[in-house]
């Protein structure tokens, strides 16, 4: 009988969101007006190249191949730990989001503020947890190939999370500004 890898254990959490995004993503509120094509294939290829370089063996470098450590069962297992969070963050956050969500940005018809759950403490608590998960396997993994993924991935989050202030911004103006005063922005506020 063969036994389950490190590998498999920290890939768990991450089926577990593709199928929760999958299930939830047809229970939205029409969309009311939504970003530009070309920002969001911009977004999209940014977001493929992290994947690729995360959860496939390419690497356009050798470089990226390299041991950013040598293998530390500790590492391993916090790597793990922490994708198990970032997962579960990101998870909390679609759920308490509900229908105003979107994969674009968009302003929803009756788009609601959100300002529960994970949403008091940090203004794009998904992009937070897939942020964490990223960082956690890439330290599963140990070269470089996961850092620079960990590095496009927030790069990409971070472009279209000011895109999404923008949005919400136009939408709720005065009311919008005074929640982004009171939490941070990808990590709570201290």
Same mark, same amino acid.
């Given at each position: 009988?063969?036994? +389950?890898?490190? /590998? !498999? +254990?920290?890939?768990?959490?991450?089926?577990?969101?593709?199928?929760?995004?999958?299930?939830?993503?047809?229970? @939205?509120?029409?969309?009311?007006?939504?970003?530009? *094509?070309?920002?969001?294939?911009?977004?999209?290829?940014?977001?493929?190249?992290?994947?690729?370089?995360?959860?496939?063996?390419?690497?356009?470098?050798?470089? %990226?191949? /390299?041991?950013?450590?040598?293998?530390?069962?500790?590492? =391993?297992?916090?790597? *793990?730990?922490? =994708?198990? +969070?970032?997962?579960?963050?990101? +998870? /909390?956050?679609? =759920?308490?989001?509900?229908?105003? /969500?979107?994969?674009?940005?968009? @302003?929803? &018809?009756?788009? &609601?503020?959100?300002?529960?759950?994970?949403?008091?403490? *940090?203004?794009?608590?998904?992009?937070?947890?897939?942020?964490?998960?990223?960082?956690?396997?890439?330290? @599963?993994?140990?070269?470089?190939?996961?850092?620079?993924? @960990?590095? %496009?991935?927030?790069?990409?989050?971070?472009?279209?999370?000011?895109?999404?202030? &923008?949005?919400?911004?136009?939408?709720?103006?005065? !009311?919008? !500004? !005074?929640?982004?005063?009171?939490?941070?922005?990808? %990590?709570?506020?201290?």
């Amino acid at each position: 009988m063969n036994s +389950i890898s490190i /590998w !498999q +254990i920290d890939m768990l959490p991450w089926y577990a969101f593709i199928v929760y995004w999958l299930i939830t993503a047809f229970r @939205v509120k029409p969309t009311k007006s939504t970003e530009p *094509v070309a920002t969001r294939l911009f977004t999209l290829s940014m977001m493929v190249l992290a994947f690729m370089l995360m959860f496939s063996r390419w690497a356009p470098f050798p470089w %990226l191949r /390299w041991r950013v450590t040598a293998p530390n069962p500790g590492i =391993t297992w916090a790597g *793990v730990v922490l =994708t198990y +969070i970032g997962a579960a963050i990101a +998870i /909390w956050a679609r =759920t308490v989001l509900g229908s105003n /969500w979107s994969a674009r940005v968009t @302003v929803k &018809e009756g788009h &609601e503020l959100t300002r529960t759950g994970p949403y008091a403490y *940090v203004r794009h608590p998904i992009y937070t947890g897939l942020l964490f998960s990223m960082l956690g396997t890439a330290l @599963v993994i140990g070269e470089w190939r996961g850092f620079a993924a @960990v590095v %496009l991935i927030t790069l990409a989050h971070a472009l279209k999370a000011k895109r999404e202030e &923008e949005a919400m911004i136009g939408e709720f103006g005065e !009311q919008y !500004q !005074q929640y982004r005063s009171t939490t941070g922005f990808l %990590l709570p506020r201290l």
